[in-house]
């Protein structure tokens, strides 16, 4: 029989305002990223992960030094390093001759990896940041972003859907109740050509930064220009852990206070419009007043008349005085002259 963990409480304040910080809370902070480098790491390699950070500043956390680690053999370090560090978000930079200028995406749901893919970056068409001599984007705008290709959109889960999800939450950051227009900087685009085919190398990603800027048009509506800020990063697909089942389940479950609340008894059809359902008592149709119309009423004396003409004779009288009356009819139809004229034979 397994004995259950018994909780330790904070010695200090401020232990207890740390552990307090890092519990589930219905309104998350914005994800950090930390940025690892393994013991063999290329120039390419070092220079896209410097890249990435300045990206994705100022929820960064970035370490130089080597570490012996392999993601998709023992990540135990690496959920070491999001649990010390409260990081949700990874990039492990590596370089061997069989995976050459690697990146490693990984995302951590309660400090256990969740999901883990490897990129490798095409060192001929790489363009650092700095090779690009133009006006950068203010540290810590959400950028726009964009996917073209049908590989992102595909129904079944592949590479190309996961690193949709992880870019996009990669660059989410926090949560804006409202859009300044002046806040819009900057874009990152991704684009994926052609489709995957089976004994052919799979398309490249390919990811472009661009500047955002508003001209004079002569209207109310400005003239919008891109200019290449940088990087340029095209990335090859390498090895791909999918999440698991149940952990991505709890990782998307909301908290019941971020759930709209809904009113019982209305809904909403299939044209957009409240449909409200009420529920009435019963009726008692005994008590029920209905209206009463002048034209349905009879005069006092013709009603007295009636009940006692009807109530001074008996069943018999009056079947007897109808078989009477059904007589004197026939009778007087016998009595009635023939008025057709009789035709004589000539």
């Not at 930079?93 to 990129?119: G, M, Q, S, Y």
């Amino acid at each position: 029989m397994a004995l259950p963990l018994r909780e330790i409480k904070p010695k200090s304040v401020k232990t207890k305002r740390a552990l307090e910080k890092r519990a589930p809370q219905v309104h998350e902070n914005p994800k950090t990223t930390l940025f690892l480098r393994g013991t063999s790491c290329s120039q390419i390699a070092q220079l896209a992960l410097t890249d990435l950070k300045s990206l994705k500043d100022p929820l960064t956390i970035k370490f130089n030094k080597k570490n012996d680690i392999h993601p998709f053999e023992d990540p135990s370090s690496l959920e070491f390093f999001s649990e010390k560090n409260d990081a949700s978000l990874m990039v492990f930079a590596h370089h061997t001759k069989k995976r050459p200028h690697a990146l490693t995406f990984l995302r951590f749901f309660n400090w256990k990896v969740l999901d883990i893919l490897e990129l490798y970056v095409d060192p001929d068409s790489f363009r650092e940041l700095k090779q690009f001599k133009n006006k950068k984007a203010a540290v810590g705008l959400k950028p726009l972003l964009s996917f073209s290709g049908s590989l992102f959109d595909s129904p079944t889960q592949n590479a190309y859907t996961q690193a949709k999800s992880y870019f996009s939450d990669f660059f989410r950051g926090g949560d804006a109740q409202s859009v300044d227009v002046e806040g819009l900087q900057y874009m990152i685009h991704f684009s994926v050509a052609g489709e995957e085919v089976e004994g052919q190398a799979k398309p490249a990603i390919k990811m472009r930064v661009y500047l955002i800027r508003t001209k004079k048009s002569g209207q109310k509506l400005p003239r919008v220009e891109v200019e290449e800020m940088g990087p340029r990063i095209d990335f090859r697909v390498g090895r791909v852990r999918e999440a698991d089942e149940h952990m991505m389940k709890d990782a998307l479950k909301r908290p019941r206070q971020l759930e709209p609340k809904t009113k019982k008894n209305i809904d909403t059809d299939m044209m957009g419009d409240k449909i409200g359902r009420i529920h009435v008592g019963k009726q008692d149709l005994d008590q029920m007043q209905t209206r009463k119309m002048k034209g349905l009423k009879r005069s006092r004396g013709e009603r007295d008349e009636d009940e006692t003409m009807i109530d001074g004779a008996s069943d018999d009288e009056i079947s007897y005085e109808e078989e009477e009356g059904d007589d004197d009819e026939d009778a007087d139809e016998d009595m009635m002259p023939d008025t057709h004229p009789k035709r004589e034979r000539l």
